[in-house]
């Protein structure tokens, strides 16, 4: 395995490259279809270079454990917000997550429909290309429009257009209160009629849950963050206005709702259960009809806008769902499996052709996780 | 501003172009008399003129299609244009160019409330957006100053922010699909009512590229339920530096406001005179905004003057009533109009890291001494995006060139102190020059690359985002080529 420790290490290990490499963090998001080559790791390229508190801007190496990312964050009483996945339960992997794996992988928990998916917290990178030479897109500011945007295009490439070797993210205040809000025993359907009247309204919702068999049956969810006074606030509205659906149960131990939206972030639902797991990203509306089509196990995210689906190993779900409006991306199966269907929905052949002239241009000679996403 | 030389092989056949474009569109949307084109021959930036070789408003995806296909198979460059507000002229004709406007592409296509979409043509302002959606209580959040006049075609080729993006984010964070024509005249789909890209995230590429990509017709917006209420409160401090730590001590409290503005001296002094708002005369202002119901309002506020007081402020207002907020944002909003009526100006975007504040403050003021021009500062101080109005007089000879060349060493110092030459107005003709200051010939090299991708000839808005030393061999083969 290549462990570079700096940089320009890293440059000259792919620029020394002679065949494929496969690009890693901390090894625990197996996630793409199968890519043979050594192994390039950048779990040496760790540390954060530079963290204001009051700028809200955090740089760090693309190697740093994401846990060392929040215990500095949690120190200062601010947090990432786009509440990454850790996939470990998930995929049955070890080791640490880092946040180079977190950036190529685009993560983003619950919170992504109330702040943004990873790549709208990620405002610069510095990147090797398949060449060996270092880049830089973006910047540690907020707000910034100079030249094009590589960030984002870096941001879920799953390292096939360059090798991060430095990400500099937005954070935000972690609010002092939470609370969680559920109803029991909706159907699908009603589920997101009441997930949609809930992220319709003003209480600024930061989570849209609903677990089709949860202990006491469906449990459809909703959580709001804030100041004290704001929680209680917004929980009473929400109360009323989700009260037309069911019995609303109001949770507000910290604690407790730390854990129902980590778990519900980590599918933790599924883990240590058989099958292939997909992750299905859809107009909420769409979500019932998705979930009845896929024959298998399902639970919402994102107020329905994100549907999990487990499914007997070797399914091809995309075939069982037909055409449909949005993408389905097979995150959990055997290497068999992912090696005989594409592990990310296949795009039209304009936006195809788009992504491999890019490809090109980025790894012109295709060695950094070639095939991963084709 | 150097441009490239027209190419005199399709000013010879304007005539050929123009009949092939009238073959397409109806003949009143081409428009090619010389006392037409000028209507066309500069944006907001005014200091930079250039008539275009046509002017076409296509009605549709299929006409702007077919004026593409047509431009693409006779190489004529093509410069899009929204509504032609963009203060760094990335709407600025070549000689030999069409200028493609989306003007009457200005539908509302659907509006889902369940699922917070809208989907309009791109031509529609800024703000009919939000207007399209208000009756429910909804909104589009990005709200660029010129939001009653940009077009959202312009906000997506710039990415624009607004004072509100703090909380709400800007164009990128707000978009979540497009229609798009390409160079070749294709018309492609990226993303839509879903969340995030399948597989490589265009959309994002796409949005803040200027127009030199595609022509976006078409686009998916988020929107968001209004909150029930909003109430700043006006903080006035002795010295910048105190009025920059409130800052950073607020945004490290928890509480996250939807607007925090600033203005200095000279801002607040042209703006009282201006707009009689009743800001009390001090060295530093701050407009700090949240937003709920009367009591998380209460709530939010109650943090946020204690930290001010933490601050001796000479002033803390907050405001009691509708009328009251009205006056506080009179004076902001009226800054730009304030300024216009005393000088011409010349308005920078660069944004710098938070902590900086105050070193750049006093940077600007030292270059302010040596060239003898005096600057203005208003700017969105939460995220970093500053905008110093530097004063001078057009009808003095060489005041335009010494404001541009002083406006050079303010972006070249936001750069410096881990900034960039524009947080929201994008690159366009104005800031073109300056991307060295930012970028290495490798950092612009790979963004060439994706313009090679989707635009291999070179052919859209010529001349903008990138120096002209920096694009030459490419401009060069592209043509040679042709």
Not at chain 1, 191 to 204: D, I, N
Not at chain 2, 168 to 185: H, K, P, Q
Not at chain 2, 217 to 224: C, D, G, Q, V
């Amino acid at each position: 395995m290549l462990q570079p420790a700096s940089e320009s290490e890293l440059a000259q290990a792919v620029r020394d490259a002679s065949g494929p490499v496969r690009v890693r963090g901390g090894g625990t998001r197996d996630i793409g279809n199968p890519v043979a080559g050594e192994a390039l790791s950048v779990s040496k390229l760790s540390g954060i270079s530079l963290y204001e508190p009051g700028a809200l801007t955090m740089v760090v190496e693309a190697g740093t454990p994401v846990a060392e990312i929040e215990a500095a964050l949690v120190a200062e009483g601010q947090r990432l917000p786009f509440e990454p996945m850790d996939h470990r339960a998930l995929l049955g992997t070890q080791g640490e997550p880092t946040i180079g794996g977190v950036v190529a992988a685009n993560a983003s928990g619950p919170r992504r429909i109330q702040a943004g998916a990873c790549r709208d917290s990620l405002i610069g990178v510095r990147f090797v290309t398949g060449e060996g030479e270092i880049v830089k897109n973006g910047g540690r500011v907020m707000k910034n429009v100079t030249g094009y945007d590589l960030v984002k295009l870096m941001a879920g490439s799953f390292g096939t257009l360059g090798v991060l070797s430095e990400v500099s993210l937005k954070v935000l205040p972690a609010p002092d209160s939470a609370a969680s809000l559920s109803v029991l025993g909706l159907d699908t359907e009603r589920a997101v009629t009441a997930l949609s009247a809930a992220l319709g309204s003003p209480f600024e919702v930061s989570g849209a849950a609903h677990m089709t068999e949860d202990k006491d049956g469906p449990r459809t969810l909703v959580r709001i963050e804030g100041l004290p006074e704001q929680v209680s606030y917004r929980t009473e509205k929400l109360k009323t206005l989700l009260g037309q659906f069911g019995e609303v149960v109001a949770d507000s131990d910290p604690a407790s709702v730390a854990a129902t939206w980590a778990a519900i972030r980590d599918v933790q639902h599924f883990a240590g259960k058989d099958g292939d797991v997909w992750r299905v990203s859809v107009k909420p509306s769409d979500a019932p009809e998705i979930a009845a089509q896929s024959g298998g196990s399902v639970f919402f995210d994102w107020g329905g806008g994100l549907v999990w689906v487990l499914v007997p190993p070797g399914t091809d779900l995309r075939a069982r769902l037909g055409s449909f409006a949005g993408h389905a991306t097979l995150i959990r199966a055997s290497e068999e499996t992912r090696a005989a269907q594409p592990v990310f929905h296949p795009e039209p052949a304009p936006l195809a052709a788009l992504s491999a002239g890019l490809r090109k241009k980025f790894d012109p000679r295709g060695i950094l996780n070639p095939g991963l996403m084709a | 501003m150097q441009m490239p030389t027209p190419d005199a092989d399709i000013l010879a056949k304007k005539t050929r172009i123009i009949s092939l474009l009238q073959e397409v569109l109806p003949h009143d949307a081409v428009i090619h008399e010389p006392e037409e084109t000028r209507a066309y021959e500069c944006d907001a930036l005014t200091a930079y003129k250039c008539p275009p070789l046509v002017a076409v408003l296509p009605s549709s995806t299929e006409e702007v299609a077919a004026v593409l296909k047509i431009c693409h198979a006779e190489g004529v460059p093509v410069v899009p244009r929204g509504s032609g507000t963009s203060l760094a002229g990335g709407a600025l004709p070549t000689a030999d160019s069409v200028i493609l406007g989306v003007a009457k592409l200005n539908r509302v296509l659907e509006t889902d409330y369940d699922n917070r979409f809208i989907r309009v043509q791109t031509g529609r302002t800024n703000l009919s957006v939000t207007g399209a959606v208000e009756a429910e209580d909804f909104f589009y959040a990005p709200d660029p100053s010129s939001q009653l006049a940009c077009a959202i075609a312009g906000n997506i080729a710039m990415n624009s922010g607004g004072a509100h993006c703090l909380k709400y984010g800007v164009t990128t964070n707000n978009l979540m699909g497009v229609t798009m024509v390409t160079m070749e005249g294709e018309i492609i789909e990226i993303g839509g009512a879903h969340l995030d890209a399948s597989g490589l995230d265009l959309l994002g590429v796409i949005c803040g590229s200027e127009g030199q990509l595609g022509v976006v017709t078409e686009a998916t917006l988020r929107i968001l339920r209004k909150p029930e209420g909003a109430r700043p409160v006006l903080m006035g401090f002795d010295s910048n530096e105190v009025a920059g730590a409130c800052v950073s001590d607020i945004i490290k409290a928890g509480v996250l406001p939807v607007a925090i503005e600033f203005m200095d001296r000279p801002c607040i002094e042209a703006c009282e005179n201006f707009a009689k708002a009743g800001y009390p005369m001090c060295e530093a202002l701050l407009i700090v905004e949240v937003e709920g119901s009367a009591a998380e309002i209460d709530a939010q506020l109650g943090v946020i003057k204690q930290i001010a007081m933490k601050h001796n402020p000479v002033e803390l207002r907050e405001s009691a009533s509708a009328a009251e907020s009205a006056a506080i944002w009179k004076g902001r909003k009226s800054a730009f109009g304030a300024m216009g009526q005393i000088n011409d100006y010349m308005c920078l975007d660069g944004t710098i890291p938070v902590s900086e504040l105050p070193r750049v403050l006093r940077g600007i003021a030292d270059l302010s001494t040596k060239y003898g021009l005096d600057v203005a500062n208003v700017f969105h101080a939460g995220d970093g995006n500053m905008h110093p109005l530097i004063l001078f007089d057009a009808n003095k000879p060489g005041d335009l060139e010494l404001c541009e060349e002083m406006g050079a060493e303010v972006l070249k110092l936001c750069v410096e102190v881990g900034g960039c030459l524009t947080g929201e107005h994008g690159v366009g003709i104005e800031k073109r020059d300056l991307m060295t200051a930012q970028f290495t010939d490798a950092d612009m090299e790979m963004q060439l690359r994706v313009k090679d991708v989707f635009d291999p000839d070179w052919l859209l808005n010529p001349a903008k985002v990138f120096p002209l030393h920096v694009t030459a061999p490419r401009r060069e083969r592209a043509q040679a080529a042709a």
